[in-house]
């Protein structure tokens, strides 16, 4: 699911933001998209599952959610003009087909400060049947 | 009087004591044997219905209604989440004559295929139950009514076992 999120974004134009195949982890406790503005990470999935549907079988029907983040910092002081357009391709991304079977598909973003960085981070959640 | 605890039938999900029904093709009315029956997925849940009808009537010497009971109505309904294989069959267009696998709930339905079930009530062993009991007869599949919506995007119906004929109580 992280491929086809990162093969969504390369198709958008970005402006000065590039995309990194990297995951977004801590470099001496600086989380890499703090280190390098206006650049893109994607997290790896991560899943849970609850039961949706009780029967009397010996497994019940369950929604499983794979929740993806999204990182992306950029100077809070002088922000890039495609800024909101970038969010709102960024959003896009959870009605993607190539993700297929999903039957809901959520998307919240979230904006905190670091220091003069705007920290902008989207979490796309897909729910399936298993 | 020696207490007696109560001995409750509780059913539950992959346990000993789980629920279960199987149908089969019946061959007539008092064929409640069966040799290849398929067993029910997926159960939501299931209730026995055993409905007498009461005949009512006035004496002059009594100051109440006199009653009695005449003839049941019996059916079992449930609601299941359909599984393929399970509801359609393995062959699509079986006829009465084919297997229960081959018809599935649709066919059992379509065909009007006289089936017998097997319900299985209480595993024996749990509680005070020495022997497995099961309600058993004989019906017809009536009542398919399956749905799905956006937010619930499995499959479910209601499925009813229209009796004909009594119940049959056994222990095993």
Do not use: C, H
């Amino acid at each position: 699911m992280r491929t086809e999120i990162l093969d969504y974004i390369n198709t958008l134009s970005l402006g000065g933001f590039l995309l990194s195949q990297e995951i977004p982890f801590e470099d001496n406790g600086d989380p890499l998209y703090l280190k390098n503005l206006k650049k893109i990470y994607v997290g790896i999935p991560e899943y849970s599952t609850e039961p949706l549907i009780r029967t009397f079988s010996s497994q019940d029907i369950n929604s499983e959610t794979t929740t993806i983040r999204v990182f992306f910092a950029a100077d809070a002081k002088s922000l890039p003009t495609n800024y909101e357009t970038l969010v709102t391709d960024l959003k896009a991304a959870k009605d993607i087909d190539t993700i297929a079977n999903i039957y809901r598909r959520e998307v919240s973003v979230e904006t905190t400060f670091e220091a003069d960085a705007l920290v902008t981070q989207l979490e796309m959640r897909f729910t399936n049947i298993t | 009087m020696a207490y007696t605890s109560p001995s409750y039938i509780s059913p539950g999900p992959g346990s000993s004591n789980q629920i279960t029904l199987s149908l089969d093709v019946a061959s007539d009315t008092s064929d409640i044997t069966q040799s290849a029956a398929i067993s029910i997925a997926g159960l939501q849940d299931i209730t026995v219905n055993a409905s007498n009808d009461v005949f009512t009537w006035s004496q002059l010497d009594s100051t109440a209604k006199k009653q009695v009971a005449t003839t049941a109505t019996n059916s079992i309904s449930m609601n299941l989440v359909v599984d393929d294989a399970l509801f359609f069959g393995t062959a699509l267009s079986a006829a009465a004559t084919g297997t229960a696998a081959e018809q599935g709930l649709m066919g059992f339905s379509r065909n009007k295929t006289l089936i017998n079930f097997i319900l299985k009530f209480v595993e024996g062993g749990s509680n005070q139950a020495t022997a497995d009991r099961y309600i058993k007869g004989v019906g017809y599949i009536t009542g398919l009514a399956p749905t799905v919506s956006a937010d619930s995007p499995v499959w479910v119906t209601p499925v009813t076992i229209t009796v004909s004929g009594e119940y049959t109580v056994a222990a095993t």
